[in-house]
């Protein structure tokens, strides 16, 4: 029933004027801002004003600006079957030869992402520009939604595979696929490793470097931002690789930090892009209670 609802809702919003779509988007993400709550809003606040130095009035802004702008993605991805048509109107990728120099020997390559800006457009924006990606998907809870979203995925070129399938995306990178992995959540503790984000103790995933080292590929990182009228650009660097020494942990955590400077840059330049809500600092936190500084 909600696959079918959403489908509907899609098919309205691709009648709809650009324009118009981006008013609604404005308002849903508004809404979606007053249902948030009080609780959650404390704790994005407080990780804002420990890892930007503002005061509390600008860290609500930020909070804010940075929920508001889910209800603009989400008309965004209803609109996916309009924006195939022509994405040049949508999305600029910066870059974007330095991706494709690096898989130019078919070897793959892991593209080391983060929750900014719109994320779910960035990997059809490679897609719908000849580069063959893997999205690495979390799976929804409501069976509806997966369904909509992955099909939507999928209809702007990408392929997708849950964060379980690990040894297709082993299989993918053999092949010279890219693989996106989005690097900047709490992970469970014993798949993280704590190393440093904001100058603060942090629980990190090491995917992107662990399948860059033992695949012998490049990582690029890619971000997206919003600009003013509505268009997107995606910045890509790169390409950066592993070492490859007898300490394997430290191999992989070296390369770990430097991807958390990069995604740390990129908050620092458009922090209301980035997905404050989440909490970021959880599994240490319950780690260390007795540390006031997470709280």
């Known amino acids: 029933m909600v696959y079918y609802a959403l489908k509907l809702i899609s098919w309205a919003a ?14 849903l993400g508004y809404m979606g801002w007053l249902a948030v709550p009080g609780k959650r809003k404390q704790m994005a606040k407080g990780q804002v004003m420990r890892c930007l130095g503002c ?8 909070v804010r600006a940075s929920t508001v702008r889910f209800g603009s993605m989400l008309m965004e991805v209803l609109r996916f079957p309009v924006i195939k048509r022509q994405p040049d109107k949508y999305v600029r990728i910066q870059g974007l030869e330095k991706l494709q120099q690096s898989m130019a020997e078919q070897k793959g390559a892991v593209i080391a992402a983060a929750h900014s800006g719109n994320w779910e457009l960035m990997g059809g924006a490679f897609a719908m520009a000849g580069i063959p990606l893997v999205g690495v998907a979390q799976k929804q809870r409501d069976a509806g939604v997966d369904k909509f979203i992955n099909e939507y995925r999928t209809l702007i070129g990408m392929h997708i595979t849950y964060k379980t399938g690990v040894r297709e995306m082993f299989d993918m990178l053999k092949k010279g696929w890219a693989i996106g992995l989005i690097a900047d959540q709490d992970p469970n503790r014993h798949d993280g490793i704590v190393l440093k984000f904001f100058g603060q103790y942090t629980n990190c995933l090491t995917g992107p470097a662990s399948m860059a080292r033992f695949q012998s590929v490049p990582i690029l ?11 997107h650009t995606l910045i890509v660097d790169g390409p ?7 300490d394997k942990r430290a191999d992989i955590a070296k390369m770990t930090q430097f991807l958390n400077d990069a995604i740390e840059a990129h908050i620092r330049k458009y922090p ?14 319950e780690e260390f209670p007795d540390k006031p500084w997470l709280q």
Do not use: N
Request: negative net charge.
């Open 14 to 27: 691709c009648l709809l004027p650009r324009g118009l779509c981006e008013h609604l988007g404005q308002t």
């Open 55 to 62: 005061s509390e009035q600008e860290a609500e802004r930020i």
């Open 221 to 231: 990182t890619s971000f997206m931002h919003r600009e003013s009228d509505g268009t």
């Open 240 to 246: 950066f690789y592993v070492e490859k020494t007898k």
């Open 272 to 285: 209301e892009e980035w997905f404050w809500l989440h909490d970021r600092w959880k599994s240490i936190r």
